[in-house]
């Protein structure tokens, strides 16, 4: 109908997207252009070999974060599953491919049970999950407090082997997998009403009940995702360490609910995309690929150059949300001094 | 006569302090509008909600299509049929117009949602209400009358056997509530069944066929409409004899202009309203009509500061302001009273006393807080002059029914005493009676030399209050009409629709 008129609408709400891309861009040709070999296409293909398992954690994580909620358990759900990764290969003899399936089965039960917590006892998904995250983590130091390698055929196989692309680059089974794992969760969030129920809930909790949403379901289904992202990331993090320890992952939420954010995703839920999770993470693995290549710089530089990334990104979508605000329409008028707040 | 397709029987609930429905009985016949009657927190908006399963009834019984049922929550009320329209609007602001009409039932195509059909679909279905929008824009961007639109067209296309409508004409205008009445009387002559509730007598004698009245959350009785006169229904409403209506006839306007307050010399903004003429004098009312979408708002808005003006001059008494921000305009005494009271008015959370006294305190700034004896007064004259129920400061506004909310708001503003009041809509969806209390306390705001700029979609109501209405049209100022006497409804309505008289 009026294209003219919706096309400005649709790019405001692809700002932030487009902003990460702009930085991601921006990030890699700088590096290209001060270090030798790092403007190469295996540096970037080894951006998803380095981040997969970031990728599909934050993928899930993206999933809470859009129906409003947060996952503070992703890291600790990660350590377990490669814990018992490690467990049931090496300690029980499992085969591989059962081992996997059991983890995700354990990962999804996870998360959906604090889903279920969350919603029928209605508590604050941070509390709820921050248990979870505990939960997870003590499981892991009952289960072994050493380190244990994985000695499997199966894990082995798919560890070490690349997949040769054509132009000489070769990519790990992880980066397909979280790359597959993205295509499907674009698939699910714009293709599926499951994927829409997911934003009604961001946007609202009530008005999507009193649209008759099965906002429950759909409640309990994103941590089920988060949890089954989880399960598979920790997965990929065993491919890429070959053991399990239950200090693996600490803080790994962080950077997850980090990369989501700076992929202009609101935290406030309802607005959002995974594509910017993607970008986020590819942002974050391009500035420590970055750091490696310096050399000389502590790993710490990375945290310092995520936190200021998060101010800028949460300054911007403030700005972004404003302008919005002040643009729609007359009688939507929301003259915010109208009704003073106390800090006003 | 056929059998109703929901009826209700002894429904109680009780909420912490008030027993909001006690033993009401209700029944909706298929192929009817029904009214459903009541002054502000009689328990319309309760009943709805304990038939939609928002709440459980503490007692009572229902049967839909003869057999018993209980409805667990408003998505299992959606599957046994019950569309519903609730008072505040409640939709999704993040997700698209069209999106938000066929949430939860996407058209899918090859097992994945059909978006080009959702899009093509919702212009038709929006097409129907004569509105032509862009329907990938975020819903969050529209008045509220449009998302009051949006939201029943959501629930008329969901192929329901019963309609609930819980004030859905509130925020409408003439037009629209027109095109509205001629949808609702195509369902019904389908057969669907439609409860409809609205403060507009005249809307009910219009397309209503029965009427339940409701009184402090007791049954008064269901009549046919054709046998129950406007003065019998409110009385049943209210428990009186009907005095008040009449005397608003005498409330009629008298005219004890002062000193200039405000002017607009050719003030305007582009994309929002062209340049204005406008002054607004001590206690004057100074209306303004027009439709959805004239720029009623937009001029509000420009005399709030909420939008500064591009063009032309502002002048508050002699001296040329600009008035950029809202703080500019309420530091110089001009105070806004918002149509959408959920989203930019009140904190549901804090108590009615806590949010009365808000702007009066902001303005005091938080280091002179209001002395608490003379807090407890105004509080107390207010809540007995706009008659908010229940008449206790300590109550949650979140717990009020939609109509006392709104009085809340409106009190808010009023106590500040600012020199020029400007009310966007201050009676939208408040009673007959306390409709009358509010015009009374605007004609006495303007007889204590208070500027008042009032913008109301009912024509009567502008008609009645102001002493000139200005008339905007596709946000233009078409012609400013002083209130002489000789200015009926007609003649205003003419110059809305082909502009200057
Ligand atoms: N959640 C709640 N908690 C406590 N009291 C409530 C709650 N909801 C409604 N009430 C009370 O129940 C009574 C009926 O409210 P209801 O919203 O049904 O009124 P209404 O008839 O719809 O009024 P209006 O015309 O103003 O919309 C009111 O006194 C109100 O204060
Ligand atoms: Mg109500």
Not at chain 2, 33 to 49: D, P, V, Y
């Amino acid at each position: 109908m009026t294209t003219a008129l919706a096309l400005p609408a649709v790019h405001r709400r692809h700002v932030p997207v487009l902003v990460t891309f702009g930085l991601f861009v921006l990030a890699f040709a700088t590096g290209a252009l001060r270090y030798e070999n790092f403007g190469t296409a295996q540096v970037f293909a080894d951006l998803f070999i380095d981040n997969a398992f970031l990728l599909v954690v934050a993928i899930g994580m993206t999933f809470v974060i859009l129906s409003g909620g947060i996952d503070l358990s992703v890291g600790s759900v990660v350590a377990l599953s490669g814990m018992l990764c490690a467990v049931g290969t090496s300690r029980l003899g499992l085969p591989g491919p059962l081992v996997i399936l059991v983890v995700l089965l354990v990962g999804t039960l996870f998360g959906a049970a604090m889903g279920y917590v969350i919603h029928v006892f209605e508590i604050q998904p941070f509390i709820a999950t921050l248990a979870g995250m505990f939960l997870a983590r003590g499981l892991c130091f009952t289960i072994s407090e050493k380190q244990i390698s994985i000695e499997n055929g199966f894990f082995d196989t798919v560890a070490l082997n690349r997949v040769a692309l054509p132009g000489g680059v070769r990519v790990s089974a992880g980066a397909i997998i979280a790359l597959v794992t993205f295509a499907a969760a674009v698939y699910v969030l714009h293709w599926t009403r499951t994927g829409r129920n997911v934003y009604a809930i961001g946007g609202g909790e009530q008005s999507a009940l009193f649209m008759g949403l099965p906002v429950a379901r759909t409640k309990i289904q994103v941590y089920a995702i988060s949890g089954f992202c989880s399960a598979l990331g920790g997965v990929l993090f065993a491919f890429y360490t070959l053991s399990g320890d239950g200090l693996h992952a600490v803080g790994m939420e962080l950077d997850a609910i980090a990369a989501v954010v700076i992929g202009g995703t609101m935290l406030t839920g309802g607005s959002g995309y995974v594509v910017g999770t993607l970008l986020g993470v590819l942002v974050l693995g391009v500035i420590k690929t970055m750091l490696t290549f310096e050399g000389t710089l502590s790993s710490w530089w990375t945290r310092i150059a995520i936190s200021v990334l998060l101010f800028a990104f949460i300054a911007l979508q403030r700005l972004v949300g404003i302008r919005r605000r002040a643009r729609s329409s007359p009688s939507a008028s929301s003259p915010a001094p109208a009704s003073p707040s106390p800090t006003s | 006569m056929t059998e109703p397709v929901l009826e209700v029987t002894g429904i109680s609930k009780q909420f912490p302090g008030v027993r909001a429905l006690d033993g009401v009985a209700f029944r909706l016949f298929p192929g009817e509008i029904h009214a459903l009657m009541g002054e502000n927190g009689a328990g319309k908006s309760t009943l709805i909600k304990v038939l939609t399963g928002v709440y459980q009834a503490d007692e009572g019984r229902m049967t839909l299509d003869g057999a018993e049922r209980r409805v667990h929550d408003p998505p299992h009320a959606q599957r046994l049929g019950i569309s519903t329209v609730y008072q505040e609007v409640n939709l999704c602001p993040n997700l698209s117009v069209a999106e938000n009409i066929f949430i939860g039932r996407e058209p899918r195509k090859f097992g994945r949602i059909d978006w080009a059909r959702i899009r093509r679909r919702s212009a038709e279905l929006l097409a129907r209400l004569d509105l032509d929008l862009d329907v990938t824009a975020p819903l969050g961007a529209q008045s509220l009358a449009v998302q009051q639109l949006i939201a029943i067209v959501r629930a008329i296309d969901l192929d329901a056997k019963v309609l609930i409508l819980d004030e859905p004409t509130s925020s409408l205008d003439r037009g629209e509530v027109e095109r509205l009445f001629g949808v609702m009387r195509r369902l019904r002559d389908d057969g669907v069944a439609i409860l409809f509730v609205s403060h507009f007598l005249e809307q009910i004698y219009e397309v209503c066929d029965r009427v339940t009245v409701l009184r402090n959350g007791r049954l008064v009785g269901e009549y046919p409409i054709g046998e129950l006169g406007r003065f019998d229904l409110v009385s049943r409403m209210t428990g009186q004899e009907l005095h008040d209506l009449e005397q608003l006839e005498e409330a009629a306007p008298a005219i004890t202009r002062g000193r200039r307050l405000l002017a607009l010399e050719g003030a305007g903004r582009t994309g929002a309203i062209t340049p204005v003429d406008l002054e607004i004098h001590e206690g004057e009312v100074v209306g303004l009509a027009g439709l959805l979408g004239s720029g009623r708002s937009e001029l509000a808005r420009l005399v709030f500061g909420a939008e500064a003006a591009d063009t032309g001059r502002v002048r508050v008494g002699e001296e040329t302001v600009a008035l950029r921000t809202p703080r500019a305009a309420i530091d110089r005494g001009i105070a806004f009273c918002p149509e959408d009271r959920k989203a930019d008015g009140l904190v549901m959370d804090l108590t009615v006393a806590e949010n009365i006294v808000l702007a009066l305190q902001a303005a005091r700034g938080w280091t002179r807080p209001l002395p608490p004896r003379r807090r407890d007064e105004l509080v107390g004259e207010y809540i007995r002059k706009l008659r908010i129920q229940p008449p206790s400061p300590g109550t949650p506004v979140r717990n009020l029914s939609g109509g006392n909310q709104q009085k809340v708001l409106l009190a808010r503003w009023l106590i500040t005493r600012p020199r020029l009041l400007i009310l966007d809509e201050p009676t939208r969806g408040i009673d007959v009676g306390a409709k009358t209390e509010i015009q009374k306390l605007v004609v006495a705001l303007a007889g204590d030399g208070i500027g008042v700029l009032f913008i109301s979609a009912e024509l009567e109501e502008v008609l009645r209050l102001s002493h000139k209405v200005e008339v905007l049209r596709d946000r233009t100022l078409v012609a400013e009409l002083a209130n002489d006497g000789s200015l009926t409804p007609e003649r205003l309505l003419g110059t809305i629709a082909n502009g200057a008289s």
